[in-house]
C-alpha cells in the first residue's frame, strides 16, 4: 500500500495494491499489520456505507468531539466524490485551513482523515456508493457541522450552491466560528 501525505501531513491518501486477471481483482483495502509497519496506526469500531443517487449531492462539514471522536478511512466502492478535510485543531500550524482529494472507484485511493478535522464529501458522479472505517461509533451528543459553504472557509466545492442536495441537518448547520474550541493541537 502506498502512503501519501497530503498538504496537511496528518490527512493521507492510502492507495492498496490491486491485482487483476481475467476473472476481475483482488485488493486487501486493509491491513492493520501493514500499514502499522508502515506508521499508520488506527482502530476502528464501525464500517459505514453510504449511497447517493444524484452528482452533487454534499454530506458534512462534520465531526465528533472526545470521548467520541472520530477518524475515518474513506474509499469509493463505485462512482466518485470530492472529499474535503478542515484542520479545526486549535494551536496547528493548518488551523482553519483544508486539503482535499478525488476519490474514486477508478483510482482506487482511499483518503485518512484524523479527529481533529471536519470531514465532507460531494459526489462527483451519479450513484456514488462510499464505504468509510471510523475509529469511533456515532454519539448523537458529540455531533458537531459546519455549514458546507461557510464564506470564510471558501472551499471549492464541485456544484453550484443552488444545486447542491443536502439533508436538512447540513443545511441547516452553524457557520464556522473559529473561537469554537473543539480539539487542540498536540
Known amino acids: 500500500m502506498d502512503i501519501t501525505p497530503l498538504a496537511i501531513p496528518d490527512v493521507k ?14 485488493s486487501e ?14 482502530r476502528f469500531v464501525q ?14 462539514l462534520h465531526c465528533q468531539l472526545a470521548p467520541s471522536v472520530q477518524g475515518k478511512l474513506v474509499r469509493v466502492i463505485k462512482g466518485a466524490i470530492w472529499d474535503v478535510a478542515v484542520d479545526v485543531r486549535k494551536g496547528s500550524p493548518s488551523y482553519g485551513k483544508w486539503v482535499s482529494a478525488e476519490i474514486s472507484e477508478a483510482n482506487w485511493t482511499q483518503i485518512w482523515v ?21 475509529t469511533a461509533g456515532y454519539d448523537k451528543t458529540a455531533e458537531r457541522a459546519v ?20 439533508s436538512d ?17 498536540s
Do not use: M, Q
Not at 492493520?32 to 496506526?41: H, R, S, T
Open 13 to 26: 491518501l492510502i492507495k492498496p495494491a490491486k491485482f487483476g486477471d481475467s476473472r476481475g481483482f483482488f
Open 29 to 42: 483495502t486493509w491491513n492493520e499489520e501493514k500499514l502499522a509497519a508502515a506508521g499508520f496506526a488506527a
Open 47 to 60: 464500517d459505514n456505507h453510504s449511497f447517493s443517487a444524484a452528482a452533487g449531492t454534499i454530506r458534512g
Open 114 to 134: 484524523p479527529g481533529g478535522f471536519l470531514h465532507g464529501f460531494c459526489t462527483i458522479a451519479p450513484d456514488t456508493e462510499v464505504i468509510y472505517k471510523v
Open 147 to 166: 455549514i458546507w459553504n461557510d464564506p470564510s472557509l471558501a472551499l471549492p466545492w464541485p456544484v453550484a450552491a443552488g444545486a447542491a442536495a443536502l
Open 169 to 185: 441537518k447540513d443545511r441547516a448547520a452553524p457557520p464556522f466560528n473559529p473561537h469554537d474550541d473543539w480539539f487542540s493541537y
